[in-house]
């Protein structure tokens, strides 16, 4: 069980981010995984009066607030038409509508987590993050931040650069943690896959666009077996390494036969 001694309701991003520069300090999100740290903490410091939790579509990208649930990526009638309905299937699997209406977009992407379907398809979008000292950056360089540092992150940007992304996933069961997840996108800088679950966090494969420019069956093929080769894998109680690297090549050659049938 999760103690703290004081509670703060922020007034401001500034007053939240002085207060958080102490270090046993800690920001509220969903608090589905941190409730379980058996730990006395200092001041739990909630934003949620901040106006965070709200998707905002411009003609250049969605703004997506730190305290957006994942319920809300499912349901977002916007987003989802934009992304095929990948949004609605990567979080579909995700427990169960009450965990998802409690489970913030924030809390998901800050904890980088390797089981994150959240952060798979982020990274398959090529999505940007805005933290409030450091600015914006992209969530490829974001992830390689220390985890003690004491930044807040505001929002998640997704660039309306993609043509079209699918989303798969291998589970046990349906809504266990997943064995493996795959996004695929064709973006502006060519063709994306995000591998996570592996049991590392979500990497990034691309590729450019000329190298897939017929998706026949031996260029999907080619570039299925180039995902395996470039993503590392591990093993852990839900499969082990060599498993997760077969159904990986399963599952890109799937989702690429799906983007292919957005395409055309």
């Given at each position: 069980m999760l103690y703290y001694n004081q509670y703060v309701r922020a007034e401001s991003l500034e007053e939240a981010y002085d207060l958080y520069?102490?270090?046993?300090?800690f920001i509220l999100a969903g608090m589905l995984w941190q409730k379980m740290r058996n730990k006395t903490m200092g001041t739990a410091i909630d934003l949620c009066g901040l106006g965070l939790d709200k998707i905002e579509e411009t003609e250049e990208a969605f703004r997506i607030g730190a305290y957006v649930s994942l319920r809300d990526l499912e349901t977002d009638e916007a987003l989802n038409t934009y992304t095929g309905g990948a949004f609605r299937e990567s979080v579909r699997h995700i427990v169960g509508v009450q965990f998802r209406n409690v489970a913030t977009v924030g809390g998901s992407i800050w904890?980088?987590?390797?089981?994150s379907d959240v952060m798979t398809i982020f990274r398959a979008l090529g999505a940007k993050v805005e933290l409030h000292h450091a600015g914006m950056m992209d969530l490829n360089d974001f992830v390689k931040l220390p985890r003690?540092?004491?930044?807040?992150?505001?929002?998640?940007?997704?660039?309306?650069?993609?043509?079209?992304?699918?989303y798969v996933s291998q589970r046990n069961q349906s809504t266990d943690f997943p064995v493996l997840t795959c996004a695929v996108a064709k973006r502006a800088d060519g063709y994306a896959a995000a591998i996570g679950a592996t049991p590392h966090l979500a990497e990034v494969v691309v590729v450019p666009?000329?190298?897939?420019?017929?998706?026949?069956d031996e260029q999907m093929d080619a570039f299925a077996g180039q995902v395996?080769?470039?993503?590392?894998?591990g093993s852990n109680m839900r499969a082990g390494a060599a498993y997760r690297k077969t159904v990986c090549r399963v599952l890109v050659r799937r989702a690429?036969?799906?983007?292919?049938?957005?395409l055309d």
């Open positions: 520069q102490k270090k046993n300090n904890g980088r987590f390797g089981f003690k540092t004491r930044d807040i992150l505001v929002a998640v940007i997704v660039p309306k650069n993609v043509k079209g992304v699918v666009e000329r190298e897939l420019s017929e998706l026949s395996c080769d470039e993503i590392r894998f690429m036969q799906a983007l292919k049938g957005e």
